[in-house]
T-cell receptor, first 113, second 114 residues
Framework: EAGVAQSPRYKIIEKRQSVAFWCNPI?????LYWYQQILGQGPKLLIQ????????DSQLPKDRFSAERLKGVDSTLKIQPAKLEDSAVYLC???????????FGPGTRLLVL | KNQVEQSPQSLIILEGKNCTLQ??????????LRWYKQDTGRGPVSLTI?????NTKSNGRYTATLDADTKQSSLHITASQLSDSASYIC?????????????FGRGTSLIVHP
């Protein structure tokens, strides 16, 4: 079974630039999550999708972050414009349903200069 | 506010020794609690899952306990190995309107020395 795929694996941008991350969940998984993990901390949930609907986005900085999951499969997370404090690993995870085990992708490491 | 607190923040032990990591939570209504292991540079991987009615769950050398009354959980690692060096994250799921939203702790960083 293929795992959760993410791209790119690494990204370096300057502040005020835009960046987008892509996630392909495990086939058949209805729930998709985006997390931000700052060095030395646990992951922070940014947004949770159930199919193509948003279940929770209470911690998503909506003035600069946006996410979509068109057709209930792949998802993209965008930051526009980026700030220095956005430097982190962005993890995508998926689960069969929201109560089930989450499977994480390898993450995208973002450095904002 | 729903929170998950883990202790200690970091721990260093010698290979072969046992250790116990703690997790306290205030998440309500509670659905389940999981312990994840996160190796450096990798995404977290689930070790155990416990529901309200379960007190103990084992996965090899990992044993998790849950006291739903005091809202505490522990992860005990027996006969530690070098490969156990990782971050261990406690995740509690909130049951909300038919969905289950995860709340993550900050993790305990474990280093096992030879």
């Amino acid at each position: 079974e293929a795992g959760v795929a993410q791209s790119p694996r690494y990204k370096i941008i300057e502040k005020r630039q835009s960046v987008a991350f892509w996630c392909n969940p495990i086939s058949g998984h209805a729930t998709l999550y985006w997390y931000q993990q700052i060095l030395g901390q646990g992951p922070k949930l940014l947004i949770q999708f159930q199919n193509n609907g948003v279940v929770d986005d209470s911690q998503l900085p909506k003035d600069r972050f946006s996410a979509e999951r068109l057709k209930g499969v792949d998802s993209t997370l965008k930051i526009q414009p980026a700030k220095l404090e956005d430097s982190a690993v962005y993890l995508c995870a998926s689960s069969l349903y929201s109560v089930e085990t989450q499977y994480f992708g390898p993450g995208t490491r973002l450095l904002v200069l | 506010k729903n929170q998950v607190e883990q202790s200690p923040q970091s721990l260093i032990i010698l290979e072969g020794k046992n250790c116990t990591l703690q997790c306290n939570y205030t998440v309500s209504p509670f659905s389940n609690l999981r312990w994840y292991k996160q190796d450096t540079g990798r995404g977290p991987v689930s070790l155990t899952i416990m529901t309200f009615s379960e007190n103990t769950k084992s996965n090899g050398r990992y044993t998790a306990t849950l006291d739903a009354d005091t809202k505490q959980s522990s992860l005990h690692i027996t006969a530690s190995q070098l490969s156990d060096s990782a971050s261990y994250i406690c995740v509690v799921r909130l049951a909300s309107g038919g969905s289950y939203i995860p709340t993550f702790g900050r993790g305990t960083s474990l280093i096992v020395h030879p």
